[in-house]
């Protein structure tokens, strides 16, 4: 993998627009967050945290599938695809290195926003979340990597706005099946639909990457952490989920005639 594409498109997302304004906006949102806490009584540091937490895994979310949906179309439009393949780099490379690109980029922004968290956390609530903030955000930088390695490959199927429509469909499908199937599965809720066809879509779901076990932001405030070779082996699953969707993605290209 060429480690130059890489970083130029970090460079690039560091400069565009829309990567600092998710970045102030999610200071903001950080702010705003701080601020509610503070005028309840009910356990404001929980709150706290549950609003950071939240936020960012959104934002930085959204920002990922919007950037993954556009990045072949953009780069075609612009003939600066065409001119780096020409220059000797494959296209498996060309789009692995931009993929993690886009993921290192998103990673300095949500350390911006992990820091700006803690600061507030611990200088002004006197609570910093336990090490299970830090085992969130270590997994859900695993989710974020996967979310983008779909979107890739969608992004190389469709159009852009139907891969970020599909992708994002997706996302939340896969962060929500377990409630999903809650919902489908109980005799009072399931009553009123025909739950068959639903739970046959969720049981073929279940080859699809399980990104509900990915995400612990819910645990923030129950308990100071869980086992890290827990977390460990699913950072592992992580990876092994985005090499598996990167290769598809990377065949697709292979395939396209450009």
């Not at 692995?96 to 980029?105: D, K, P, R, S, Y």
């Not at 080859?207 to 405030?221: A, Q, S």
């Amino acid at each position: 993998m060429n480690t130059t594409l890489v970083f130029l498109r970090l460079r690039l997302l560091l400069r565009q627009k829309i990567g600092w304004l998710s970045l102030l906006a999610g200071l903001f949102f950080i702010l705003v967050g701080y601020t509610t806490a503070t005028i309840s009584f009910v356990s404001p540091a929980k709150i706290f945290w549950d609003f950071a937490l939240g936020l960012s895994f959104v934002l930085v979310h959204l920002l990922g599938l919007y950037l993954a949906a556009q990045l072949f179309h953009d780069e075609k439009e612009r003939r600066t695809l065409h001119l780096v393949l020409v220059s000797g780099v494959s296209r498996s490379r060309w789009l692995v290195a931009n993929i993690l690109g886009i993921f290192l980029g998103l990673m300095v922004i949500e350390a911006a926003w992990f820091g700006m968290t803690e600061i507030m956390g611990v200088g002004l609530l006197e609570s910093w979340g336990g090490w299970i903030v830090v085992q969130a955000k270590l997994l859900q930088a695993m989710s974020l990597l996967i979310v983008l390695s779909y979107t890739a490959l969608f992004s190389l199927m469709l159009r852009p706005l139907l891969a970020l429509i599909l992708s994002l469909s997706l996302t939340v499908f896969l962060y929500s099946m377990s409630s999903i199937e809650r919902v489908f599965s109980d005799e009072l809720s399931g009553a009123f639909v025909n739950s068959t066809w639903a739970l046959s879509v969720i049981k073929i779901a279940k080859f699809l990457p399980p990104l509900e076990w990915f995400d612990l932001k819910m645990f923030v405030g129950y308990h100071d952490q869980i086992a890290w070779s827990t977390v460990g082996l699913t950072m592992l699953l992580g990876l092994a989920w985005s090499a598996l969707l990167l290769g598809l993605a990377s065949w697709r290209f292979s395939r396209l005639d450009l």
